[in-house]
């Protein structure tokens, strides 16, 4: 694992310690992860989140999408891989270490039975944005085939479409009865991001900045929480670090921050977390 994740007696995420990788790594000891791509004139979000992951560490990201999607993708990337998405989702292989679908993706039965058929897999996943709003009406569809290893990312207007029952007047609470009612860690976007698993551990992000609120911002936090999974951090450890992580980006950004300049940031963030030992 890449980061070891701190957090204080108070619950509250500190800055993670980053381990350099050992000099006999590959891109694929790094670890692989697939972002799902929205589709066509709705491919900016998903993008982000790929360079999110790329940057944060992961060895290859490769963006999975139809094809008039994907040119438009390749007018953009370069590190990052692009393929063509298949019925079967055979691209999700065993070097695949996580994946992450929703941002763009669209409200739909189609990104539902994507979700659906991805769970499945048992991959290390991000659900964020339209692959959770998706499920307002039948939220239980999804408990019922989520795995300790997703991490669901809503900010409170997708929390109240998934998790209607549950009151956000007090967003710890919340977020605790959300992880033990969807079996999934959740991590709850906002000033102060809160991370709760399933088994009850919980902790509170406040290192973080207004700048944060701004169009595409949450794409790159899911970004992320995919690239830390595909490094093999657990999925709670992920959301805690990518939190953090997050926090810092907005702290550096400051005034002019937008979701492009972000990922821009994050080897300025990884540097002050460098372990030096
Ligand atoms: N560059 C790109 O390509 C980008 C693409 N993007 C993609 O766009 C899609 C839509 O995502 P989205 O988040 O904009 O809208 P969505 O969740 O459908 O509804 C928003 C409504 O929810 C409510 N609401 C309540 N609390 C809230 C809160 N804390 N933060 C925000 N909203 C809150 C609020 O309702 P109100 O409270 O005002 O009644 C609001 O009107 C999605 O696929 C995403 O990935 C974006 O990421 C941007 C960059
Ligand atoms: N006032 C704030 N202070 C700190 N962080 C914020 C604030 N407002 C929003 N954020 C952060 O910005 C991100 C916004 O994500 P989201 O609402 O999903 O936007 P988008 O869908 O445009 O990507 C979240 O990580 C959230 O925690």
Known sequence: MSFRCKISDKRVIERPVLLAPPASTHKY???SAIVFSGPPLRTGASRLSAQAALTVGAGLVTIVGEYEALKEHAA???????????????IIDD???SA???PGAGISTRTKEAVLRLLQKGVPLVLDADALTSFELQPSELFGALHDQVVLTPHEGEFARLFPVIDLADRFTAARLAAELSGAVVLLKGAETIVAA?????AVNTYASPWLATAGSGDVLAGLVCGLLAQG?????AACIAAWLHGDIGIRGGPGLTADA???LIPLVLAACLDKG
Not at 198 to 202: A, F, K, M, V
Not at 233 to 237: N, Q, R
């Open 100 to 102: 992450l679908l929703g």
């Open 233 to 237: 951090s657990s999925a709670f450890e």
């Open 198 to 202: 399933p088994d009850g551990r919980l």
């Open 262 to 264: 972000m990922p821009g």
């Open 76 to 90: 953009q990337v370069t590190a990052i891989m692009l393929r063509e998405v298949d019925p079967d989702l055979a």
């Open 95 to 97: 070097r695949v270490r």
């Open 29 to 31: 000891a790094r670890g």
